[in-house]
């Protein structure tokens, strides 16, 4: 039995009504917060399904205009794309990383000219999806080697940026590549063009769907873990992103996501720039078939996007985004 007055503070009293509940949020999500990930193939009229991703598809560029349409009618501010290159376009060195024709040149010319300004276009900047091997640079005794893997990626981002590319953005964690990115493009006169730098990519093992989407799981015969980052690690986060903003960084991007929260808080708390997360496609993955078993319901998905707002992030990519966006107000 409870005895005597309860306390002259009630918290409960403005959660009892929605509306009163909507006056005092501390964090809203709305479409501006999104970035919608789109996987490419060669081809015709495909929409290839990708098992380790249920709900998500590979797209040949003809069939851009739809998925297209259907962002901008959503308010969904920007795409990123991710090219699932044929193995008969691979080697070991990604060259195919520097053909004006690849995958994600083809569709960024294909985007520009149909819908000009009106998306936004990031598009990734490693080699990855383009090496028999599968690492993000030049492998050199089985070691990624530093800086003959920045001269691919200062030509890979000058030639993005010349087919129109918003946003360059360098997934690939090698040493002093923003710097000399930014100075090739400016020297270029590509000022505009921004970059969002992967600051803080973690060796996670929540990469496999996404590595089996653009094809290079099979070809990874180790890890990543001598240029991507220990997930042990949370002050080296704060130095990669000093670095990376004194090269010239717009933004940052803290990969994966939900496991790494503190680090999103902690580097939006340090430096005041824009902090972006990715939902990476393992989270996507464990979401999304927990909701198919009804393990957890749809709601889940907006909780988990509202801890990045909550940590601090200023955006997310999400391979949810599409879908969440509309059931959100922008």
Same mark, same amino acid.
């Given at each position: !039995?409870?005895?005597?007055?309860?306390?002259?503070?009630?918290?409960?009293? *403005?959660?009892?009504?929605?509306?009163?509940?909507?006056?005092?949020?501390?964090? %809203?999500?709305?479409? $501006?917060?999104?970035?919608?990930?789109?996987?490419?193939?060669?081809?015709?009229?495909?929409?290839?399904?990708?098992?380790? !991703?249920?709900?998500?598809?590979?797209?040949?560029?003809?069939?851009?205009?739809?998925?297209?349409? %259907?962002?901008?009618?959503?308010?969904?501010?920007?795409?990123?794309?991710?090219?699932?290159?044929?193995?008969?376009?691979?080697?070991?060195?990604?060259?195919?990383?520097? %053909?004006?024709?690849? =995958?994600?040149?083809?569709?960024?010319?294909?985007?520009?000219?149909?819908?000009?300004?009106?998306? /936004?276009?990031?598009?990734?900047?490693?080699?990855?999806?383009?090496? *028999?091997?599968?690492?993000? /640079?030049?492998?050199?005794?089985?070691?990624?080697?530093?800086?003959?893997?920045?001269?691919?990626?200062?030509?890979? @981002?000058?030639?993005?940026?010349?087919?129109?590319?918003?946003?360059?953005?360098?997934?690939?964690?090698?040493?002093?590549?923003?710097?000399?990115?930014?100075?090739?493009?400016?020297? $270029?006169?590509?000022?505009?063009?921004?970059? =969002?730098?992967?600051?803080?990519?973690?060796? @996670? $093992?929540? +990469?496999?769907?996404?590595?089996?989407?653009?094809?290079?799981?099979? @070809?990874?015969?180790?890890?990543?873990?001598?240029?991507?980052?220990?997930?042990?690690?949370?002050?080296?986060?704060?130095?990669?992103?000093?670095?990376?903003?004194?090269? /010239?960084?717009?933004?940052? !991007?803290?990969?994966?996501?939900?496991?790494?929260?503190?680090?999103?808080?902690?580097?939006?708390? $340090?430096?005041?720039?824009?902090?972006?997360? +990715?939902?990476? @496609?393992?989270?996507?993955?464990?979401?999304?078939?927990?909701?198919? %078993?009804?393990?957890?319901?749809?709601?889940?998905?907006?909780?988990?996007?509202?801890?990045?707002?909550?940590?601090?992030?200023?955006?997310?990519?999400?391979?949810?985004?599409?879908?969440?966006?509309?059931?959100?107000?922008?």
């Amino acid at each position: !039995m409870i005895t005597g007055k309860y306390p002259s503070l009630r918290l409960r009293r *403005t959660r009892k009504y929605n509306w009163s509940r909507r006056l005092v949020q501390e964090n %809203n999500l709305s479409c $501006n917060d999104l970035i919608y990930p789109i996987f490419l193939i060669d081809g015709k009229n495909k929409k290839q399904p990708i098992k380790s !991703m249920p709900g998500v598809h590979r797209y040949s560029i003809d069939r851009l205009g739809i998925i297209i349409n %259907n962002v901008i009618k959503h308010k969904i501010p920007m795409v990123a794309l991710f090219p699932s290159t044929p193995n008969s376009k691979k080697d070991k060195f990604g060259l195919e990383a520097l %053909n004006e024709n690849n =995958l994600v040149c083809r569709a960024i010319r294909f985007i520009k000219k149909r819908f000009k300004n009106n998306i /936004g276009i990031m598009s990734d900047v490693a080699l990855d999806p383009y090496t *028999t091997h599968g690492h993000d /640079g030049l492998l050199k005794k089985n070691y990624v080697a530093n800086d003959e893997t920045i001269d691919i990626l200062i030509k890979q @981002s000058l030639l993005q940026a010349q087919m129109g590319c918003d946003v360059i953005a360098p997934s690939d964690m090698m040493d002093g590549r923003i710097g000399k990115i930014r100075k090739s493009l400016d020297k $270029n006169k590509f000022h505009d063009v921004q970059i =969002l730098s992967y600051a803080v990519k973690y060796a @996670s $093992n929540f +990469y496999g769907p996404f590595r089996d989407a653009v094809g290079s799981k099979k @070809s990874l015969k180790s890890d990543k873990k001598n240029y991507q980052m220990d997930f042990s690690n949370k002050n080296e986060s704060l130095r990669e992103v000093a670095l990376d903003i004194k090269e /010239g960084a717009d933004m940052v !991007m803290v990969k994966p996501g939900l496991p790494y929260l503190d680090i999103i808080q902690r580097i939006k708390e $340090n430096f005041k720039i824009p902090v972006l997360a +990715y939902q990476v @496609s393992g989270e996507y993955s464990l979401i999304k078939n927990g909701i198919n %078993n009804k393990l957890i319901n749809e709601d889940a998905i907006i909780e988990s996007l509202m801890s990045f707002k909550r940590a601090g992030a200023s955006a997310i990519v999400s391979y949810f985004a599409l879908e969440i966006s509309k059931k959100i107000k922008s």
